[in-house]
T-cell receptor
Framework: SQKIEQNSEALNIQEGKTATLTCNYT??????LQWYRQDPGRGPVFLLL?????KEKRKERLKVTFDTTLKQSLFHITASQPADSATYLC???????????FGTGTKLQVIP | GAVVSQHPSWVICKSGTSVKIECRSL??????MFWYRQFPKQSLMLMAT?????????EQGVEKDKFLINHASLTLSTLTVTSAHPEDSSFYIC?????????????FGPGTRLTVT
């Protein structure tokens, strides 16, 4: 069955450092992968999308890589700030207007 | 912008009653909307995909007679939890995709916290 795994344990990082979050998947051939941010008691907010034929995508302090051979995506936040503290979700989609499947999320805590 | 609203933001109801949750895309049209539920410290679980003008597609294990979805316009979808029970207590979140753009990202509402007593 399809499985999407993110670090279940919280990631604590010092302010100013680069945070790296991992998303691994099995039994899936996604056409694209998305990353979302979710704050407690709120709906997720879209951050970045990367397609299967793309290796890397950047947006301001965010960078996403997508390795379809390893079946893995890495999500980096450079120069992390306490305001970046949240849960980050990866989501995989098969293309078209089909549904996406969300991972379990990783909670990031940036310590001042 | 791409703003999605939900109403109400929280609701408490008695067991056996029905509750309607509205999801609106405020500044764009959405042919497709999605309904999720989320339990504490767990990820989003897709309940159904709602397409404007047609019947919703429910995920396996989701009772369509219990969770009624209506997508009457390109900016409004509703989820009605019928004969609610305490185990239906959860955080319900909707999302919408922009129509006609070919974009895959989903824009989420702020969620509705349902508590059934």
């Amino acid at each position: 069955s399809q499985k999407i795994e993110q670090n279940s344990e919280a990631l604590n990082i010092q302010e100013g450092k680069t945070a790296t979050l991992t998303c691994n998947y099995t039994n899936y051939s996604p056409a694209y992968l998305q990353w979302y941010r979710q704050d407690p008691g709120r709906g997720p907010v879209f951050l970045l999308l990367i397609r299967e034929n793309e290796k890397e995508k950047r947006k301001e302090r965010l960078k996403v890589t997508f390795d379809t051979t390893l079946k893995q995506s890495l999500f980096h936040i450079t120069a992390s700030q306490p305001a970046d503290s949240a849960t980050y979700l990866c989501a995989l989609g098969s293309g078209g207007y089909q549904k996406v499947t969300f991972g379990t999320g990783t909670k990031l805590q940036v310590i001042p | 912008g791409a703003v999605v609203s939900q109403h109400p933001s929280w609701v408490i109801c008695k067991s056996g009653t029905s509750v309607k949750i509205e999801c609106r895309s405020l500044d764009f049209q959405a042919t497709t909307m999605f309904w999720y539920r989320q339990f504490p410290k767990q990820s989003l679980m897709l309940m159904a995909t709602s397409n404007e003008g047609s019947k919703a597609t429910y995920e396996q294990g989701v009772e369509k007679d219990k969770f009624l979805i209506n997508h009457a316009s390109l900016t409004l979808s509703t989820l009605t939890v019928t004969s609610a029970h305490p185990e239906d207590s959860s955080f319900y979140i909707c999302s919408a995709r922009k129509s006609g753009t070919g974009a895959y990202e989903q824009y989420f509402g702020p969620g509705t916290r349902l508590t059934v007593t």
